[in-house]
């Protein structure tokens, strides 16, 4: 290995902890607490370190994100496994709801907080792409003749809602699985 390959190699990792480090803090503090300092202080770099691998919080926040859409990427993937049809877009809310629920912090990355990341354009990356495709492949059996990519910005908005107003406790807790069944229903007819 060259001495360029094992700088590359390293400069990746220390990108890799920063990022994990942020997650870290980030849920179980909450994004307020994440700081380039806090951070320095948890990767044991200083600050300049940090801002050799990004510009500052907006850039860390902005990493995090992109590794949540590759995560819920391969979770949509998962859950929808070999079904087709209602099953499969059931399973790909069911697993929406339920990583939102579980990374309150790495979902509010992703969807809540303002970040520079683009969607829906042709810059969009790759990664957000991939996960939206999870999306697509979990709508497409049940949308007839309706624009696909429009009917799963629809499911996938009204999701978001669920999901948002379930973490902020503006939703009676148990009714879960009746708004579910009745959004679903919704999209099916």
């Known amino acids: 290995m060259s001495i360029q390959q094992r700088r590359e190699r390293e400069r990746a990792e220390r990108h890799r902890l920063i990022v994990d480090a942020a997650r870290d803090l980030a849920e179980t503090e909450?994004?307020?607490?994440?700081?380039?300092?806090?951070?320095?202080?948890?990767?044991?770099?200083?600050?300049?370190?940090?801002?050799?691998?990004?510009?500052?919080?907006?850039?860390?926040?902005?990493?995090?994100?992109?590794?949540?859409?590759?995560?819920?990427?391969?979770?949509?993937?998962?859950?929808?496994?070999?079904?087709?049809?209602?099953?499969?877009?059931?399973?790909?809310?069911?697993?929406?709801?339920?990583?939102?629920?579980a990374r309150p912090?790495?979902?509010?990355?992703?969807f809540v907080r303002r970040v520079d990341l683009p969607f829906g354009t042709a810059e969009t990356p790759d990664?957000?792409?991939a996960a939206f495709g999870?999306?697509?492949?979990?709508?497409?059996?049940?949308?007839?003749?309706?624009?696909?990519?429009?009917?799963?910005?629809?499911?996938?908005s009204a999701l978001h809602g669920l999901a948002t107003l379930t973490d902020g406790r503006r939703l009676r807790p148990d009714h879960a699985r009746a708004r579910l069944d009745l959004l679903l229903a919704a999209f099916l007819e």
Request: charged share 25%; no cysteine.
């Open 30 to 101: 909450g994004w307020d607490a994440v700081t380039t300092r806090r951070l320095a202080e948890r990767v044991e770099y200083s600050q300049p370190v940090l801002y050799s691998h990004f510009k500052g919080k907006d850039a860390i926040v902005r990493a995090v994100a992109v590794q949540g859409f590759v995560e819920l990427g391969e979770r949509l993937r998962a859950a929808r496994g070999g079904q087709d049809g209602p099953a499969a877009l059931r399973a790909a809310a069911e697993e929406y709801l339920a990583f939102a629920q």
């Open 127 to 129: 990664e957000l792409r």
């Open 134 to 156: 999870e999306f697509i492949a979990a709508v497409a059996p049940v949308a007839a003749q309706r624009d696909l990519e429009t009917l799963t910005e629809v499911v996938w």
């Open 105 to 110: 912090a790495l979902y509010d990355a992703m």
